[in-house]
């Protein structure tokens, strides 16, 4: 099993619509965990952290589950501009970082 | 917000050089920096944990003797790609993570490489 995982996608929504994506991971003693965003051909840029009682940053909603050991990001009302790659990104206290393959969203008109 | 620079954005060099790629944290100390490799439609692939004053830490498969890291500061690393070939063109990203900081890591713009 890899150590963390994301259906690849693409998912293809209209604009407005809500959407959300789930990464699972292996590791019970993974500590922190976020989300990141990578359009094409661009480093990756930090989205939000996901935090244990979860996160809301505007349209955005970052939530754990360390008992099923997911963590999921929901996109409400979403954006031409929200189109890109999400990936989810795992720190389990190794000084090393876990990075899922992404998952690609396509936002249509 | 923590910015990472890195240079070049793009080289375009011919097989059996030497390519440099420098990562610098321009507002902030990293104890720690990373070196990624990312093919395209792929995910990002670690190579390397470079520690500021002491040897990198490479991932499995990743030949230290090709891939030269050096961490000199708490602001600078720097990924050498020594006799270069075809194979090694790629999409080339570092990331740092602020010394005392929470656990979030900041990448810098990537470095293309194409080897000819």
Redesign the interface.
Known sequence: RKEVEQDPGPFNVPEGATVAFNCTYSNSAS??F?WYRQDC??????LM?VYSSGNEDGRFTAQLNRASQYISLLIRDSKLSDSATY?C?I?SGT????????TRLKVLA | GAVVSQHPSWVICKSGTSVKIECRSLDFQAT?M?WYRQFPK???M?MA?SNEGSKATYEQGVEKDKFLINHASLTLSTLTVTSAHPEDSS?Y?CSAREEGG?????????T?LTVT
């Open positions: 500590q922190s976020f051909r661009k480093e990756p840029k930090l952290s990936l990104a720190y000084y090393k970082y876990i990075f899922g393959t992404g | 720690t990373f792929q995910s990002l670690l944990t999409f990203i929470a656990y979030e890591q900041y990448f810098g713009p990537g293309r």
